[in-house]
């Protein structure tokens, strides 16, 4: 059904591809505030986590006790092959805390490795959240402005440092070398660029020191509710956000984005 409707609205991204989730997230928006009935869904939504037929490989875990400049220059790699996105999906499933999800919408992926070839880390952005009030107050957007230029944004929805690696400093440097980059690669591959990185920290697990280092902006704390948050108790995990605007007049720029 989304596909039809983006094909009949001519609702395309500017590499003229059919915004397939976004309008998905519209018509879930519409159904939740009663103004349309879906038809019942043909297959149930798969559960983040869920790793059936991701494949994990040996790989080497000899520790990695360095200082960052014994490993510089990085080698960042846009994971883009078969065989690398094998390994990033083996990767994230087995270390990082939410496992590995499917990919929804835009998104980019990147491996990163020392000067010598050893590997690291790896980093996930995905689609920005649809709604975020301490995001939305911090940009200062319309709900209009919103639904134009949400395409801006992306969400660093992965991060794993590989557990067998204690470099001091490590994590906030790649932040910064993928802040410098991560536009040009998107507008490379999407034919658009971006305005501003998100990503959602659980306070109870982590202190966000990596994103503080590398100058991302706290502009508040989620309350732990859902899409469905007015109507139910706090059910998920309450999230410090975070935001890195990759350009000085980024509310402007959002503003004046033209276009679905």
Same mark, same amino acid.
């Not at 490993?71 to 065989?83: A, G």
């Given at each position: 059904?989304? &596909?039809? /409707?983006?094909?009949?609205?001519?609702?395309?991204? #500017?590499?003229?591809? &059919?915004?397939?989730?976004?309008?998905?997230?519209?018509?879930?928006? /519409?159904?939740?505030?009663?103004?349309?009935?879906?038809?019942?869904?043909?297959?149930?939504?798969?559960?983040?986590?869920?790793?059936?037929?991701?494949?994990?490989?040996?790989?080497?875990?000899?520790?990695?006790?360095?200082?960052?400049?014994?490993?510089?220059?990085?080698?960042?790699?846009? &994971?883009?092959?078969?065989?690398?996105?094998?390994?990033?999906?083996? $990767?994230?499933?087995? $270390?990082? $805390?939410?496992?590995?999800?499917?990919?929804?919408?835009?998104?980019?992926?990147?491996?990163?490795?020392?000067?010598?070839?050893?590997?690291?880390?790896?980093?996930?952005?995905?689609?920005?959240?649809?709604?975020?009030?301490?995001?939305?107050?911090?940009?200062?957007?319309?709900?209009?402005?919103?639904?134009?230029?949400?395409?801006?944004?992306?969400?660093?929805?992965?991060? /794993?440092?590989?557990?067998?690696?204690?470099?001091?400093?490590? #994590?906030?440097?790649?932040?910064?070398?993928?802040?410098?980059?991560?536009?040009?690669?998107?507008?490379?591959?999407?034919?658009?660029? /971006?305005?501003?990185?998100?990503?959602?920290?659980?306070?109870?697990?982590?202190?966000?020191?990596?994103?503080?280092? #590398?100058?991302?902006?706290?502009?508040?704390?989620?309350?732990?509710?859902?899409?469905?948050?007015?109507?139910?108790?706090?059910?998920?995990?309450?999230?410090?956000? $975070?935001?890195?605007?990759?350009?000085?007049?980024?509310?402007?720029?959002?503003?004046?984005?033209?276009?679905?």
């Amino acid at each position: 059904m989304s &596909v039809e /409707l983006c094909e009949m609205w001519d609702w395309r991204d #500017a590499g003229g591809k &059919v915004k397939d989730m976004s309008c998905r997230d519209l018509l879930s928006s /519409l159904e939740k505030a009663g103004q349309i009935v879906l038809p019942p869904r043909m297959r149930l939504p798969r559960k983040p986590g869920d790793s059936k037929g991701i494949k994990h490989f040996a790989h080497d875990e000899t520790p990695i006790i360095r200082k960052l400049g014994e490993l510089q220059p990085l080698d960042i790699e846009v &994971v883009t092959s078969k065989e690398s996105m094998t390994r990033f999906q083996s $990767y994230i499933d087995q $270390y990082h $805390y939410l496992g590995f999800d499917r990919f929804i919408g835009e998104r980019m992926a990147y491996m990163i490795s020392s000067r010598n070839g050893e590997s690291l880390a790896c980093l996930l952005f995905g689609s920005a959240a649809w709604s975020c009030r301490e995001k939305d107050s911090f940009i200062g957007w319309s709900k209009d402005e919103r639904s134009r230029g949400l395409k801006m944004l992306t969400n660093n929805s992965r991060f /794993l440092i590989f557990p067998w690696v204690n470099v001091p400093h490590l #994590a906030s440097h790649i932040l910064a070398l993928i802040a410098r980059r991560i536009s040009s690669d998107w507008e490379l591959k999407y034919g658009h660029g /971006l305005c501003l990185l998100e990503t959602f920290v659980e306070c109870d697990r982590f202190k966000g020191t990596c994103y503080k280092a #590398a100058n991302w902006i706290n502009v508040g704390r989620t309350t732990g509710r859902g899409r469905d948050g007015g109507h139910h108790n706090a059910i998920l995990p309450i999230k410090d956000v $975070y935001i890195y605007p990759l350009e000085t007049r980024f509310r402007q720029a959002l503003s004046d984005t033209k276009g679905m």
